[in-house]
């Protein structure tokens, strides 16, 4: 595990732009959660190579494994049928791509408001 005191001491201070740019000071273990965070997310995304958004879609609807997040998570828990080549975590994996449109969507392929 991640240490807080082996982030680097050049990091003192942070200014945080919120939305009233209120500077704020975050401490060395305010950094060591970031940066585990950060590199979990860098290795969740490069130790896999996933089909492309619209393959994985069609992917699900075509097993026809629900319409909401709760029917993904019981089908995966299930762990039957499970593809290596579509995330256990979509919203999580194509938030992070940019190209999350929701549950609604990514099993039924219909527009809905969980975007």
Known sequence: MLDASSISPEREVLQLRASK???CKLTN???A???RRRLDRQVRSQS????PFEECCKWAQANGIGSSQSDWV???EQGEGLCAYIPTRPEEYFTFT???KGWSYFLSG???DDV
């Open 21 to 23: 740019d209120i500077p």
């Open 29 to 31: 273990s305010d950094y």
């Open 33 to 35: 959660i970031l940066y």
């Open 48 to 51: 896999r190579r996933f089909l």
């Open 74 to 76: 019981d089908w995966v």
């Open 98 to 100: 940019g190209e999350w």
């Open 110 to 112: 219909e527009q809905g």
